[in-house]
């Protein structure tokens, strides 16, 4: 099976980058083994190249902006979902319950953002909607702040039903499946009581929770089989952020990856980054042979 690689915000700044980290000769070499209709860019990873351009000043503005014409040149401008309704959509075949922003304003925003020379030409509107408005083949202006306040808002939700997950461990500190109680100052010990299935099981049923759909065995075993990389980090996470160890508020990158394995859910998909703890994280996962950093995605070619 010919994967089709999803890549990280962190590959195309690194490859955009002067300072040499991704090599031309190495990218030439992804480009040469990609699908002739290209690879679909990430939902997530648009909006915070997008961001990225709303944060740099003027005089960084085409630094800042190779990296999207990297990402326009080899998904050819094709821009995944959100990661929730993408992964409802290829695992429950069902209408998702969450639309966030849609891929046709995606792939404008996209369009928008490479054709402008400067970042004057790109935000200067006197539009009341410059997210989603533009007049022929011209441009009429990019809201980049509202941008990265709706790639902001996927994280959120996100962030929301993590902690539900948490209130859950939170409800078993007192006392676990047994029946016997936990000494206070003690509550290390989960990691030996609960299983991470448990937990994984856990983020499943919160992932249906407010769907309208029952989270039957046959529903709750497909997620797991389709989103395991994704609820491996996330219990992970959730694990050391209950022990005391993480605080996932402050590592908003951290979700932001748990977002991006959602697109594994379809089979041929991989998903390439430069954050070698993601690989440590998901070690021993079903999915982690479709997790790689772009080195030693190259060399498996």
């Given amino acids: 099976m010919r994967l089709v690689p999803i890549l990280d ?39 915070e190249l997008l961001t990225g351009l709303a944060r740099c000043s003027s005089g960084m503005f085409r630094e800042a902006q190779q990296a999207l014409h990297l990402a326009r040149s080899i998904s050819k401008s094709r821009v995944l979902g959100q990661p929730r309704s993408f992964a409802w959509e290829n695992i429950l075949h069902a209408p998702p319950p969450y639309w966030g922003v849609d891929r046709k304003k995606l792939q404008m925003w996209l369009e928008l ?23 022929g083949r011209r441009y009429v202006g990019l809201d ?10 996927e ?4 962030i929301k039903a993590i902690q539900h997950t948490l209130q859950w461990m939170s409800s078993q ?65 959730a694990r050391q952020t209950f022990l005391g160890t993480y605080r996932f508020d402050d ?4 979700w932001s990856d748990c977002l991006q394995l959602y697109y594994l859910a379809r089979h041929n998909h991989c998903f390439l980054t430069q954050d070698k703890r993601l690989l440590q994280r998901i070690r021993g996962c079903a999915q ?14």
């Fill in 113 to 135: 953002a490479c054709r402008a020379r400067t970042k004057e030409d790109l935000v200067e509107s006197a539009l009341p909607d410059k997210r989603t408005l533009r007049r």
């Fill in 9 to 47: 915000t962190s590959v195309f700044l690194d490859a955009a980058s002067t300072r040499g980290i991704i090599s031309p000769s190495d990218w030439k070499i992804l480009r040469r083994h990609l699908p002739k209709s290209g690879c679909p860019l990430s939902a997530i990873t648009l909006g």
């Fill in 251 to 254: 590592n908003p990158s951290d």
């Fill in 144 to 153: 980049l702040a509202g941008i990265a306040a709706d790639t902001f808002a």
């Fill in 173 to 237: 500190a007192t006392e676990n499946p047994t029946g016997t109680r936990i000494p206070s100052g003690r509550a290390e010990k989960l990691k030996y009581i609960f299983r991470r299935a448990d937990w994984k099981k856990k983020v499943a049923e919160s992932f249906l929770e407010g769907s309208g759909l029952e989270p039957t065995d046959e529903r709750l075993e497909a997620l797991a089989t389709h989103l395991d990389a994704a609820f491996t980090l996330e219990t992970e996470l």
């Fill in 288 to 301: 982690s042979d479709r997790v790689f950093t772009f080195d030693s995605f190259i060399a498996s070619l």
């Fill in 155 to 158: 994280r959120s939700w996100y």
